[in-house]
Nanobody
Framework: QVQLVESGGGLVQPGGSLRLSCAAS????????MGWYRQAPKKQRELLAT???????NYADSVKGRFTISRDNAKNTVYLQMNSLKPEDTAVYYC???????????WGQGTQVTVSS
């Protein structure tokens, strides 16, 4: 079993920045993919970025150039640095980890990000 705990969400003005963190605990396999998703009201959950245990990164077009995903394998923690935030970035942000071996996936509880003046 794996537990994920997100933190760092909050209220920020347009153009501002936030850094989200997600710490994983439990039975963490070395080979995995961690990612950030978001879900706005009435919308589908959207994949934002993924990062593998080997450092490979993918971004959604909507956040490319503004958001940066990173991870600390020793701490089993993934980060999302969000810059130049826009009102349309308002959503609940979730982290996810998927074991490559076995394919088991786990979700955090989410953290609210609100971008408003």
């Amino acid at each position: 079993q794996v537990q994920l705990v997100e933190s760092g969400g909050g209220l920020v003005q347009p153009g501002g920045s936030l850094r989200l963190s997600c710490a994983a605990s439990g039975t963490i396999f070395s080979i995995n993919v961690m990612g950030w998703y978001r879900q706005a009201p009435k919308k589908q959950r959207e994949l934002l970025a993924t990062i593998t245990s080997g450092g490979g990164i993918n971004y959604a077009d909507s956040v490319k150039g503004r958001f940066t995903i990173s991870r600390d394998n020793a701490k089993n923690t993934v980060y999302l640095q969000m810059n130049s935030l826009k009102p349309e970035d308002t959503a609940v942000y979730y982290c996810n980890i998927r074991r490559v071996v076995g394919g088991t996936s786990y979700w955090g509880q989410g953290t609210q990000v609100t971008v408003s003046s």
